[in-house]
């Protein structure tokens, strides 16, 4: 059975990744924002769960988190599923924080981060970004999902020992995705848990970008080495942590 820790489970797709995941015998480590989100997870760690806390918009917080999670011992699988879709936070929740928490998390051997079909409207434009996100409006939640899924494939290059992969859950009806949503709740998850636990082949490979358990091409930057080098220096300088 796998080690698996989900930022962002108090809710959405990473509280229903963390309930499939428990349901099926295995160990999870859960993520709330603060002690008062907590009372999300109650019954996750009744079941089993271990939980961390902390807010993923500030580094120190963060730092706190990595901490936390490398305290309870070795994962097999990190699903860096937090994220908001506008406001200050974005930069720092949808791509600092998945950096930092990758720079200092013990390596587990399995990484996913979640993007977005938005990632193909990013600009893959590094000049002027406010990492901190105090400069509201500087750039947008599908600019966040591109540096989020360049990230994983700069990750997959740089560690071969690690299966990393960035994943389009699809518009599904989670707080973030609205009632409306057209996708099925189910296939939003089933990815990440798949890619976190299957000895599967295909489960077992890195650098991809994945809707519903089939690899699709994703945003032609993501492959570019020189962006990806660019955005881990820009990121190194700022969480003052670099990947090994």
Known sequence: MARVFITGSADGLGRAAAQTLLDDGHEVVVHARNNDRLTAVRDLVDAGAAAVVGDLSDLEQTRGI??????????????????????????????????????????????????????????????????????????????????????????????????????????VPTRMGGPGAPDDLRLGHLTQ??????????????????HHQRRIEPHPAVRDRRFQDQLLDDLARFTAARLA
């Open 66 to 171: 990595a901490e936390q999670v490398n305290h309870l011992g070795p994962l097999h699988a990190v699903i860096h599923n937090a994220g908001v879709y506008r406001g200050p936070q974005v930069m720092p929740v949808n791509i600092v924080a998945p950096y930092l928490l990758t720079a200092l998390i013990d390596r587990p051997p399995r990484l996913i981060y979640l993007s977005s079909s938005e990632h193909r409207s990013g600009r893959a434009r590094l000049t002027g970004i406010d990492w901190s996100g105090q400069t509201t409006g500087s750039r947008s939640y599908p600019d966040s999902k591109l540096f989020a899924t360049t990230l994983a494939a700069a990750v997959a290059r740089l560690r071969p020992e690690v299966f990393s992969n960035a994943v389009d859950p699809g518009w």
């Open 193 to 210: 848990e798949w890619l976190a636990t299957s000895e599967d082949p295909d489960a077992r490979t890195s650098g991809g970008y994945w």
